[in-house]
């Protein structure tokens, strides 16, 4: 399933988060029941004014003694309402992103609420709400690394969501890649199954090379991220850009290929279209990609 995958590796980065730039404590807590999924995170960074300008966000953290004082509201939170756990970055200091700090929210906490579920067009095996925070008063012990980290630490944890989310792309697109291969050779029209005819057999062999090219492109980007390659953030973006492009393509394709039926709930194609369109958004937008891009090959511009 293309939605509960894509929901664990965003529960995955923030136990990252937290066993890369939390306290010995916070990771003996928290780390054992969040990798063995006893718990669920989430993460939120987007707010209804602060999308792809994540550094514009408003939800403020006041110093109150030994708490933060959080007030805001974060958008399109996967998990929430249902998750335990909440890694949230939020405002402690100045504008831009050297005011931001991270730090964790627990499920339950006063002046932690949540809005109704969205009505989304794919990623249906996981609820996705508004979280708000009023008046919502945590330990400065919740902080996840030093004030005025969080925007770094955010960025370094979407390296890796972009690959993570370029991956599931990989999945919709083989598994519709497979299923369409299946029905080219078993639907007949004027009385020769689908696979005889060469358009389509060309469109097969066209969606099978850019699915091969997309999974060389997460790999590489994936084992620059591992070893630290100071091209990485560069090859990330890349990866997300073209992979789930073109994983898209391929299962909007596959979709077409099968005729009416595509367009059916019956058949597995129109869900992976469906999930993995908004792949194309998430963990920035494939226009902020070629911005990203575009600013690592041409730093003075």
């Not at 996967?78 to 050297?98: I, N």
């Not at 062999?205 to 060389?216: G, I, N, P, Y």
Request: aromatic fraction near 8%; charge should be neutral; glycine fraction near 10%.
């Amino acid at each position: 399933c293309v939605s509960t995958t894509a929901y664990l590796t965003i529960h995955n980065m923030c136990v990252w988060m937290v066993d890369q730039f939390g306290n010995e404590e916070q990771r003996q807590r928290w780390v054992p029941d969040l990798a063995s999924i006893n718990l669920f995170a989430s993460y939120c960074l987007t707010e209804p004014g602060a999308g792809s300008d994540a550094a514009s966000l408003s939800t403020s953290a006041r110093r109150d003694g030994d708490h933060y004082v959080l007030n805001g509201t974060k958008a399109f939170i996967s998990g929430g309402q249902s998750s335990s756990f909440y890694v949230v970055m939020a405002r402690t200091g100045g504008e831009g992103s050297k005011g931001i700090t991270c730090m964790y929210v627990e499920n339950g906490t006063e002046g932690l609420s949540f809005g109704a579920k969205e009505k989304k067009v794919g990623w249906n095996s996981q609820p996705t709400r508004m979280v708000i925070f009023e008046d919502c008063r945590i330990p400065v012990t919740n902080r996840i690394g030093k004030e005025g980290q969080g925007f770094s630490i955010a960025m370094q944890g979407l390296n890796g969501g972009r690959i993570n989310i370029a991956s599931c792309s990989l999945g919709a697109a083989q598994s519709s890649l497979e299923i369409t291969r299946k029905h080219l050779e078993d639907r007949v029209q004027f009385k020769r199954p689908l696979a005889e005819n060469q358009y389509l057999q060309f469109k097969l062999a066209e969606m099978a090379t850019d699915l091969v090219a997309s999974r060389l492109m997460v790999r590489n980007a994936a084992e620059h991220l591992d070893s630290k390659s100071p091209i990485a953030p560069r090859l990330c973006s890349m990866a997300k850009l073209f992979a789930t492009d073109k994983c898209f393509d391929i299962c909007n394709s596959a979709l077409q290929l099968h005729g009416g039926y595509g367009y059916l709930k019956d058949y597995a194609v129109q869900q992976y279209m469906r999930d993995t369109r908004v792949h194309q958004i998430l963990e920035g937008t494939n226009e902020v990609m070629r911005g990203i891009i575009a600013g690592s090959l041409l730093p003075e511009a």
